[in-house]
């Protein structure tokens, strides 16, 4: 990196790390963001000065030329298709993402993992069981602290729990876990990516650099199992349900149980685990095969397994009000993910008021409005795609449904309508940026609104 002047497109938490990883490389960073710098409140601002006195540049919604850059870097949330990017690519510069630039730097074996669902579970899983095994373990990615951020504080006898979304594997190029997983591929994300089969490409790219002596950790279920697999150059461990794989994970007599090392092994009773539903066993089975891949002993995973309590905003039980339960589920972006928080909540057996909708995504609804019968008392529409969920729902006769301008309408109208024993349950099924800069911020607005609540 000495003397390379690098570009680092986005001024989040993930392109600052990046500016300033290359920074002390000793590039010559500049950081750019089409937002003005009057646009930034005043926290910001002095983040900006600080990093300027710092000797790293900015531009902020000023023209860039790009022939002055050698490399540009880009935050997960940068589209590659945008006019900056593209004028880079024709002009030969160097193109990379945040995650794959920090990975460059990384000493220790990182275990990866992605998925359309499940990923920050299974991510925090994996991440409580290898700090178990060894406490110079750092979870890192897209579950919360940037790659870059943390990969100089790394030692090589660390272990990296990397979640890894379809964006920042979009610009993988080296990337090399020792073991990775990918969990499941159902349609997400199709404003960015455009079709299936670009969305499975950046997924693919989680194993593309495995190598023989390597892992990669695939579910039997999955609608791309079969594709993925024949992709691998590494070893495939399996994680099921439903079958017993030859090397992997899986669901046997309501034990999970694993056959890695060539041992049939019981790791722990389904019904001891706090985390309900079959998309958490799931998770905890993928959790299990990477782990023990990676050398874990089964006394560790059942010992972790057993005592993991779930992650915020994920079925998330926060109060309850009046007799009335309340679950943030806001983790909950895209349909598959909103379906399994109701197949989780259905054990409950009481009457749900489902909060949705959200940012466009461009992906339809049907198979989710299909669990709503017999389970969904009503359901509270925000965001843009107000109008297409209630469109969707007539199709399929559902007509229990009201929208609202604000999330807070939409909470007071459904606890003012519930009754005792009902469950009230954000569970959106849409991304949070039309309304919110994150799903976490969505889910701490749901949870502040509950709790002063009257009642």
Not at 263 to 269: A, R
Not at 308 to 337: L, M, P, Q
Not at 385 to 408: G, P
């Amino acid at each position: 990196m000495n003397g390379k002047k690098v570009l680092v497109v986005g001024n989040a938490r993930s392109g600052i790390g990046a500016a300033k990883l290359a920074y002390d490389h000793h590039a010559d960073v500049c950081i750019y963001d089409s937002k003005p710098y009057e646009k930034w409140d005043e926290k910001a601002q002095a983040q900006i000065e600080a990093l300027k006195a710092s000797g790293i540049k900015y531009i902020l919604g000023g023209e860039v030329k790009v022939e002055e850059y050698n490399l540009f870097i880009t935050s997960p949330g940068i589209s590659l298709e945008i006019e900056l990017i593209q004028d880079a690519l024709k002009a030969g510069v160097e193109v990379t993402g945040e995650f794959e630039f920090a990975s460059t730097f990384c000493k220790a074996p990182i275990v990866a993992i992605t998925g359309t669902n499940g990923k920050t579970t299974t991510t925090t899983l994996v991440g409580e069981i290898m700090k178990a095994y060894n406490e110079n373990t750092f979870v890192v990615g897209n579950i919360g602290r940037a790659f870059s951020e943390e990969v100089g504080h790394i030692p090589a006898d660390g272990i990296v729990v990397a979640e890894v979304s379809s964006f920042q594997l979009e610009t993988a190029k080296t990337f090399h876990p020792k073991v990775s997983s990918l969990l499941n591929i159902t349609p997400d994300h199709l404003n960015r990516h455009h079709t299936m089969e670009n969305y499975c490409d950046c997924k693919y790219n989680i194993f593309k650099n495995q190598t023989a002596d390597e892992y990669c950790v695939l579910n039997t279920r999955d609608t791309y199992y079969e594709e993925a697999k024949k992709l691998l150059s590494c070893k495939e461990i399996a994680f099921s349900l439903t079958e017993v794989p030859a090397c992997g994970a899986y669901l046997k007599d309501g034990m999970l149980m694993e056959n890695i090392k060539g041992e049939e092994t019981v790791i722990c009773n389904s019904d001891n685990l706090y985390i309900k539903g079959s998309h958490n066993i799931e998770n905890a089975l993928a959790a299990t095969a990477m782990c023990r891949a990676f050398g874990v002993p089964v006394d560790i995973i059942k010992n972790v397994l057993t005592s993991f309590k779930g992650v915020e905003h994920r079925t998330e039980y926060v109060t309850n009000k009046g007799g009335v339960d309340f679950f943030n589920d806001s983790k909950a972006t895209n349909t598959d993910a909103a379906r399994a928080g109701l197949v989780g909540l259905s054990v409950l057996k009481k009457p749900i008021r489902l909060i949705a909708g959200g940012m466009d995504k461009q992906i339809s609804f049907k198979e989710w409005i299909a669990l709503f019968e017999g389970l969904v008392a009503k359901v509270y529409i925000i965001g843009e795609t107000k109008a297409q969920i209630v469109k969707e729902c007539a199709e399929q006769s559902y007509y229990n449904v009201a929208t609202f301008e604000t999330f807070e309408d939409a909470i007071k109208m459904a606890y003012a309508e519930s009754h005792e024993g009902d469950c009230i349950l954000l569970s959106p099924a849409c991304a949070s940026w039309d309304m919110f800069e994150s799903y976490e911020r969505r889910g701490e607005i749901f949870k502040e609104i509950v709790h002063n609540l009257e009642g």
